[in-house]
């Protein structure tokens, strides 16, 4: 629903309130400079005629054209230009100009006060008013050491570890590029040894747009989206970067095994029947299903399935998104070549949900909207709400003639890397984020991910 000068009243003792926008099928409009206008069109009818305060058409003018130099573009600036104009009213620039005006002039700047706290209230409503909380996701699993079955029927035995309850969210990652901002020098810390040259930021791509939608609780592609999804679109080496922040790393592919299956080698993280409503998957994507399976078509909060949890209470590691590992293997399309493995099945997996399904990468510098990760450790975890220490630096293993990762040796003794796979822009990469294509079926590596389809109609939860 737009919003219009009908969807906005007072309660009570004059409360501002604005009517519920959200119409089923509707997305709200995505763009702050959109809401401004829809603001200023809702609130002109009330400041019409040759008495109108100048000062306030003159608002609405900045909040109607957003490409002036001064015209507002956001919320927040709204805030600060209405808190101005709060300052001129209340405090006139003199005491004896105050005592020349009349009472009717001090009746009028009443008038406008009240305009300007109602505007304010409708602002604090559609900005701030109902925005998602950010919740923590601290904690971590401990894993005990022993032996498990790995893949199909080998038993391996690795020491216990720690690893992210939750995948790593948008409002997590959002405080690690925050400490990047403010001590730059952190850059060089987290980075891996072997990061090309080439890549000069941590940002994901199309962070600004996916995060300040998120923020507010909007809608991409119309798929809800806040803080508490998992975030999408980061590569191999922003995923280590995110863990050496927090003073952790990036699981192993048997540490995710073992996290996932337990020591009974289960298919899956309840059983060994599959079950689509109990995770995040592709398998009702398309615009037919919509999300009728597991109620979600894309991306979902990672904490929105508590039926997808292994035995170790680890949760969302069968669906949702794939997720980065710190294993290596040899690239199926290229034997030359090592690739950084994803473990877990994603919203746009439509088959190979297993829990043994290993995904090689087509290169660490892969992102797309189906890859996220979580973290995990060898030692005890800090306590909830202590600052990630600041890491030593990553130092490079001794030359041997290729690059190796700089990571201690694996549990599972995957070789080092002999050498890195090179950058390359897939088509998920290249494509604007309308609409997640389906992942690559992991049983035919050298298949090509399916171009992405038309934007959807929004989903109706």
């Avoid at 019409?48 to 002036?68: C, E, F, H, Q, Y």
């Avoid at 690559?440 to 298949?447: H, L």
Wanted: aromatic share 8%; with cysteine.
């Amino acid at each position: 629903r737009m919003i219009s000068a009908d969807t906005i009243f007072l309660v009570g003792e004059g409360q501002p309130r604005i009517a519920n926008p959200v119409k089923p099928g509707i997305p709200l409009p995505e763009e702050d400079s959109a809401q401004m206008r829809l603001i200023a069109d809702a609130i002109r009818p009330f400041v019409r005629g040759p008495k109108a305060d100048k000062r306030l058409v003159a608002l609405l003018d900045r909040m109607s054209n957003p490409a002036r130099v001064d015209g507002i573009k956001s919320g927040h600036g709204l805030a600060e230009a209405i808190r101005h104009l709060e300052d001129q009213a209340l405090h006139p620039p003199a005491h004896a100009e105050l005592e020349k005006r009349s009472n009717r002039t001090a009746i009028v700047s009443g008038i406008v006060v009240g305009l300007l706290i109602v505007v304010a209230g409708l602002i604090w409503q559609v900005f701030f008013g109902s925005r998602p909380v950010a919740k923590p996701f601290d904690t971590m699993i401990r894993v005990p050491d022993g032996a498990f079955i790995y893949q199909n029927g080998e038993k391996v035995e690795i020491p216990a570890f720690w690893i992210d309850e939750y995948e790593v969210t948008i409002g997590q990652y959002s405080a690690f590029l925050d400490a990047l901002k403010a001590d730059p020098s952190l850059v060089a810390v987290v980075k891996h040894p072997d990061q090309p040259e080439t890549k000069k930021s941590y940002r994901p791509k199309d962070w600004d747009e996916f995060y300040e939608t998120a923020i507010r609780g909007g809608n991409i592609s119309g798929a809800a989206i806040d803080p508490n999804c998992p975030v999408t679109n980061v590569d191999w080496w922003d995923a280590y970067a995110y863990a050496r922040w927090k003073g952790n790393r990036l699981p192993t592919d048997q540490e995710w095994e073992k996290a996932a299956r337990g020591t009974d080698g289960l298919i899956y993280p309840w059983g060994n029947d599959l079950d689509l409503a109990r995770f995040n998957s592709g398998a009702d994507q398309d615009a037919e299903s919509n999300g009728n399976k597991d109620g979600y078509r894309y991306w979902a909060p990672v904490d929105a399935f508590p039926q997808d949890e292994s035995r170790y209470g680890v949760k969302g590691l069968t669906g949702n998104v794939s997720e980065w590992t710190d294993t290596w293997d040899i690239d199926p399309d290229n034997p030359d070549l090592k690739v950084p493995i994803k473990r877990g099945a994603s919203f746009a997996t439509k088959e190979g949900y297993e829990l043994t399904s290993r995904r090689p990468a087509k290169s660490p510098d892969e992102m797309n909207l189906w890859t996220g990760f979580r973290t995990a450790r060898s030692e005890a975890p800090l306590p909830a709400g202590t600052p990630p220490p600041r890491p030593e630096p990553a130092t490079a293993a001794p030359d041997s003639g290729a690059p190796e990762p700089a990571a201690a040796p694996t549990p599972d003794g995957t070789p080092p890397m002999e050498k890195p796979a090179p950058a390359t822009e897939t088509p998920e990469m290249s494509a604007p984020p309308a609409a997640p294509a389906s992942e690559p079926p992991t049983a035919t590596p050298a298949a090509q991910p399916a171009p992405a389809p038309p934007t959807p109609e929004p989903k109706n939860e």
